[in-house]
């Protein structure tokens, strides 16, 4: 009986070691966890506020730049859109609007219209990103090329921008193809068009709204809410 009560003990002392190994473990774990956790949200802080920064660079000033700021995270938090991308947008145009003679004030009706093809078109939020990339390089070169109609064509399935141009400017695509060729078509008349086109394109008014009702949809707008 001794020998059995003394294998018992031995056993529970065995089992008990386990115990409190894994313990050790599970706290070593949830400390490291809690440690990255900590990391994750100052790095996120630290990303809000160099945005902020470079909003107030690109705005002229701490008010202006706070207040956009602010909208954008208002305008993420009601779009399937996160806020990231939205500033991402924002800070593109941003740097970009002047020379194509678009005012400061007109970035949530260029977000809005960007917003609204690429979520009827699926593109999504590396659509929103290559579109806006693409016109700031046409607001860059000061006029339109047929390589950026090719990159906004590409990244928003079933629109044309050649299309688009010719539909805003009375002129056949034929004819607009040899103005975009001759480097004759000038980069405020070229985006003007295409924003147009796009606002015009089948189903695309209010897409972004609807988009924001999906799940997925929801999921980012419940993210964006809580940062």
């Avoid at 000061?142 to 400017?169: C, D, M, R, W, Y």
Wanted: glycine share 14%; proline share 2%.
């Amino acid at each position: 009986a001794s020998q059995a009560a003394g294998g018992i003990s031995a056993k529970l002392g065995g089992a008990l070691g386990v115990v409190k190994t894994g313990l050790a473990g599970l706290a070593i774990g949830a400390g490291a966890g809690l440690a990255a956790l900590t990391g994750f949200g100052l790095a996120a802080a630290a990303q809000l506020e160099q945005v902020q920064v470079s909003f107030n660079s690109l705005l002229g000033s701490v008010e202006a730049g706070t207040a956009v700021f602010k909208d954008l995270q208002k305008f993420a938090a009601e779009t399937p859109f996160e806020f990231p991308e939205v500033a991402a947008a924002a800070q593109k145009f941003l740097a970009f609007n002047d020379a194509i003679g678009m005012s400061d004030a007109q970035l949530k009706p260029f977000l809005t219209t960007l917003g609204d093809i690429t979520s009827v078109t699926g593109a999504g939020a590396e659509g929103l990103s290559r579109v806006t990339l693409a016109l700031g390089q046409i607001a860059s070169r000061g006029k339109v090329s047929l390589e950026e109609i090719n990159q906004i064509s590409e990244a928003l399935p079933g629109f044309s921008g050649v299309a688009a141009i010719a539909a805003a400017t009375g002129k056949t695509t034929a004819e607009t193809m040899d103005l975009i060729s001759a480097g004759a078509l000038d980069a405020t008349t070229g985006v003007a068009a295409l924003l147009q086109g796009m606002q015009q394109f089948p189903g695309a008014a209010g897409a972004m709204q609807k988009q924001s009702q999906t799940l997925l949809g929801v999921f980012s707008t419940f993210k964006d809410t809580l940062s």
